[in-house]
């Protein structure tokens, strides 16, 4: 499958955005999927995945209740929408298929940049 995110920007602390995941190749419904983010010097790190036993949910401690992630299988897109954004939050944003936390693939998309100003 192939995934292309989009959505980020410059938002100032307080604000939401709303990322877009388009997949090919594979629809989305095939996989468990992700959100990832990249600060700069820091890891990759888990954010938020959709199951598709039912649909289910789980989310880093560090984005609940103010993240969720969501899926639309006819427009085969998975969405992260971000409220109360904080500047912590800045980071490149990647989705992926998932197994858990944890990516299928090893390859990634270009990402899209988020970035929240205080």
């Known amino acids: ?10 938002v100032q602390a307080g604000g939401s955005l709303r990322l877009s995941c388009a997949a090919s190749g594979r629809t989305v419904s095939s996989y468990a999927m992700g959100w990832f983010r990249q600060a700069p010097g820091k ?13 289910g949910t789980r989310y880093a401690d560090s984005v609940k209740a103010r993240f969720t992630i969501s899926r639309d299988s006819a427009k085969n897109t998975v969405y992260l929408q971000m409220n109360s954004l904080k500047p912590e939050d800045t980071a490149v944003y ?25």
Do not use: H
């Open 94 to 118: 990647y989705c992926a298929a998932v197994r858990g936390t944890e990516p299928l693939f090893g390859s990634w998309g270009q990402g899209t940049q988020v970035t929240v100003s205080s």
């Open 1 to 10: 499958v192939q995934l292309v995110e989009s959505g980020g920007g410059l």
């Open 43 to 55: 890891e990759r790190e888990f954010v938020a995945g959709i199951y598709w036993n039912g649909g």
